[in-house]
Structures are given as structure tokens and as C-alpha cells.
């Protein structure tokens, strides 16, 4: 699929009148748990991952894990 001159692939829909779900490439990973972290409200791990399946399908609680352990207002949260 081509959105904005950019391709993106997305899975396979049950119907055509279905919304996209994306994958996530490697280079737009940090972007992505980036924004959706911010848009929780710096949620935890399930927050983030209800907010990733209305729009991707391959993240992983691994990944999002990871992501959250750098997290500099999780970190300081812990210290505090």
C-alpha cells in the first residue's frame, strides 16, 4: 500500500472495507513506541500494547518491554 509517496505493508483484511494494520519496519520502530508511549500517558506495557493493535500487527510485549526499561521517566520513577 502507498500512503503519502511511501510504501508501507499491511496485513491481509477480512473485507476491503476493513482499516489498515501496518507492520512496523525496523528504521520506524523507536518513532512509533515513541509516540505511542507519549499518547498513553507514559502507560505500561498493556496500555501500550492496546494502543498498538488498532494500527500494527508485529510488536511484541518483548519489544515493548525493552523499550520501556529506557524510558528516562520510568527510570526515575524507579529511583524515586
Known amino acids: 500500500m502507498t500512503c503519502r509517496n511511501v510504501e508501507k505493508l499491511i496485513k491481509k483484511r477480512q473485507s ?3 482499516q489498515p494494520v501496518y507492520y512496523v519496519t525496523i ?9 505511542a508511549h507519549i499518547a498513553t500517558g507514559h ?16 510488536i ?10 529506557y524510558c528516562q521517566v520510568h527510570q526515575e520513577n524507579k529511583t524515586g
Do not use: Q, W
Open 43 to 58: 502507560g505500561g506495557r498493556d496500555r501500550m500494547l492496546k494502543h498498538f493493535n488498532v494500527k500494527y500487527t508485529n
Open 16 to 18: 476491503p472495507i476493513d
Open 27 to 35: 528504521v520506524d520502530n523507536f518513532d512509533v513506541f515513541k509516540k
Open 60 to 69: 511484541t510485549k518483548d519489544s515493548v518491554e525493552l523499550f520501556k526499561a
